[in-house]
């Protein structure tokens, strides 16, 4: 390659990146936004708090299911067009979504945004993977990180600013028009994104990818509605029958691996044991994240009665303090390499630590501030690495499935948090004698439900804190 071509391809790669990345913005952004919204959703759509829930849950477990089939998808057609096809979905179910009328109109057009966003996302990780080599892939996985990390952070303030705006009185609809022009952007600049497939001939697992989301609707629907119904017969038996389900889904990937198939997950990735340990350690640690938006959000609006925008401010601190996190992230990797993500889970737990204290305070406002500071600054520097340390332990023919697995482990362990968390706090607080979603009810209430929630999301951390020094001290860490 001549001095004059490899600059056309940096050039190309650069461009890549900027379109990529307006991808990856929008449908995390989504991931988020919706929690602001919630006590408006409820109100106004009349939703129970089960499908309070499914709201949030169902772009996860949509975009879960059909993730790693999408990446497959970008293997044999092309990550350009497969990331093209995925962001005009994910305009049209947004638009569906801010036109809904009810709460299962909502629902069904959140698993819509979720198959565009499966579509879309695989296809920002592989060509990173491909299109940059060495420190310059590090760098880009930073920046990657930190959009992410931003589109999440900053998602409730956004969330909360248009709704303040109310244009049109359009209320919280607005949270999901606000995909429209980013959406158009992507579309028209999909252009300068270079081309990137696998030459393979094999064929799309939609028996697998059949078989998990069946395992996946399975285990967390009925475990959100059967709460709210007191758990009858048939909740109980739909999360028993999960069980067989992931046991059938596992086995079913193994006999086609064997058969010289192509799986939508290759079992030879967890033979790694660091792989294996890293992924679950992020399961947990990506179930922590939305599912604590969720909770803090409720309890701000429902129990203290701030407005959208006056709850959404009190994330403004943890925006600043991720992009914090993610400057300092590469340059901690460096120099204390696998040691770097157990420091950001550490603040984060610390950070969460807090918020149990300030929810059992009553909501005192200096704990919960320094809380989100600490959890942003925490994300900020685990979130890159993690990206980095996955891909980084797979091949350029693997990225496709690697990227696609690393995604679902991010959505599924945001829809688990996002269930365990939902059946906590609504469960503690059904009983305060108030109507879901009508009136303040007492801080003290509130803040109770709110602290134990947020024990899940410390517990989960502690875990995966505990899962990178296991592979520290077997010295088995991944590169970062």
């Known amino acids: 390659m001549t001095l004059i071509q490899g600059e056309r391809r940096r050039a190309g790669a650069i461009s890549s990146l900027a379109v990529l990345l307006a991808g990856n913005f929008v449908t995390i952004l989504d991931l988020f936004i919706v929690n602001v919204a919630l006590p408006d959703i409820q109100r106004d759509l009349h939703a129970s708090n089960a499908e309070l829930q499914m709201i949030m849950v169902a772009y996860s477990v949509s975009y879960g299911a059909m993730l790693l089939n999408g990446a497959r998808l970008g293997d044999f057609y092309g990550r350009r067009r497969m990331f093209l096809s995925g962001?005009?979905?994910?305009a049209l179910a947004s638009l569906l979504c801010g036109m809904a009328l009810s709460p299962w109109s909502l629902i069904v057009s959140r698993a819509l945004q979720g198959i565009g966003a499966a579509l879309l996302m695989p296809q920002v990780y592989a060509s990173l993977r491909l299109l940059f080599n060495g420190d310059e892939r590090r760098q880009a996985f930073a920046v990657m990180g930190a959009v992410q990390g931003i589109a999440g952070a900053a998602s409730q303030l956004l969330g909360g600013g248009l709704m303040a705006l109310d244009v049109g009185s359009l209320g919280w609809r607005l949270i999901f028009f606000i995909n429209l022009p980013i959406a158009a952007y992507a579309l028209i600049a999909g252009r300068f994104i270079i081309e990137t497939r696998e030459a393979t001939s094999a064929g799309l697992d939609l028996t697998g990818a059949l078989l998990g989301a069946l395992a996946l609707t399975a285990a967390l629907l009925p475990a959100m509605v059967g709460q709210e119904q007191h758990w009858p017969w048939w909740a109980i038996l739909g999360l028993l029958s999960s069980v067989p389900?992931?046991?059938?889904?596992?086995?079913?990937?193994?006999?086609?691996?064997?058969?010289?198939?192509?799986?939508?997950?290759?079992?030879s990735l967890f033979r790694n044991g660091g792989v294996a340990l890293s992924i679950l350690a992020s399961f947990l640690f990506f179930s922590a994240i939305s599912s604590f938006s969720l909770s803090l959000t409720i309890f701000l609006q429902v129990g203290l009665g701030r407005t959208p925008l006056q709850a959404a401010m009190l994330f403004l601190p943890s925006t600043i303090a991720f992009f914090a996190g993610s400057l300092v992230s590469a340059p901690l990797a460096k120099r204390l390499r696998h040691h770097a993500p157990t420091l950001g889970m550490g603040i984060f737990g610390l950070g969460l630590l807090l918020a149990v204290i300030g929810g059992l305070v009553g909501g005192e406002t200096s704990a919960l501030t320094i809380s989100v500071i600490l959890q942003g600054f925490g994300q900020g520097i685990v979130i890159p690495l993690l990206l980095n340390m996955v891909l980084s332990t797979v091949t350029n023919a693997e990225a496709g499935m690697a990227s696609g697995v690393f995604s679902t482990i991010q959505t599924t362990g945001s829809a688990f948090g996002v269930t365990i968390v939902g059946m906590i706090l609504f469960g503690m607080t059904d009983g305060s004698g108030s109507e879901p979603g009508s009136a303040v009810r007492t801080a003290g209430v509130d803040g109770s439900a709110f602290a134990g929630a947020t024990l899940y999301n410390l517990v989960a951390v502690t875990l995966g804190f505990v899962l990178f020094r296991a592979l520290q001290m077997g010295n088995n860490g991944p590169r970062t």
């Open 245 to 267: 389900l992931f046991a059938a889904f596992i086995a079913y990937e193994n006999r086609l691996m064997r058969r010289g198939g192509a799986p939508i997950i290759d079992p």
């Open 87 to 90: 962001m005009a979905i994910f």
